[in-house]
C-alpha cells in the first residue's frame, strides 16, 4: 500500500511531501480493525468545519489553520498503531506523542491540500512536513 510519492484523494504535496507514514498507518490499522483506519481519512465534517472556521476567522495563516484541525485530529488516530507505521516508516521507535502528532499534522495538511483543490481555501506551496 501507498509507496513513496504516493498521495491520497486531492492531495497535491504542496504541504505534505511524503505521505508513506500515513498509508503504513492505514494498511496496519486496517489488519486489526477497518473502523481504526477509517478515522484517519478526511471527512465532511472536516470540510465543513474548515469552511466556518475560515469564514469567521478569516486571515489566518495556513500554520494556525494546521494547528487547529492537528489538535482534533489526533483523538482519531490510535496511538500504538502510530508507533508501529512510524517504525515502519523511518525505522525507529518514538513515543505514542510523536508519533499521534506527526500523523495528525499530515492529516491537517492534507485537509489543507485538499480544501485548495477544492478552491475552500488558498496559499502558496510550502512543505509542512
Request: aromatic share 10%; glycine share 4%.
Amino acid at each position: 500500500m501507498g509507496k513513496e510519492g504516493d498521495k491520497p484523494f486531492l492531495a497535491d504535496g504542496s504541504l505534505v511531501e511524503d505521505y508513506t507514514l500515513l498509508f503504513n498507518y492505514w494498511e496496519i490499522a486496517k489488519a486489526k480493525d477497518l473502523s481504526i483506519a477509517e478515522k484517519a481519512v478526511l471527512s465532511h465534517k472536516d470540510f465543513n468545519e474548515l469552511e466556518r472556521i475560515v469564514n469567521i476567522f478569516r486571515g489566518h495563516s495556513i500554520v494556525e489553520l494546521i494547528n487547529y484541525f492537528k489538535n482534533s485530529m489526533k483523538n482519531r488516530i490510535d496511538p500504538k498503531i502510530a508507533v508501529e507505521a512510524y517504525k515502519k516508516t523511518y525505522g525507529v521507535e518514538v513515543e505514542e506523542n510523536i508519533a499521534v502528532d506527526k500523523l495528525a499534522t499530515i492529516l491537517a495538511s492534507w485537509l489543507m491540500e485538499a480544501a485548495r483543490q477544492l478552491k475552500i481555501i488558498s496559499y502558496h506551496s510550502w512543505r509542512n512536513t
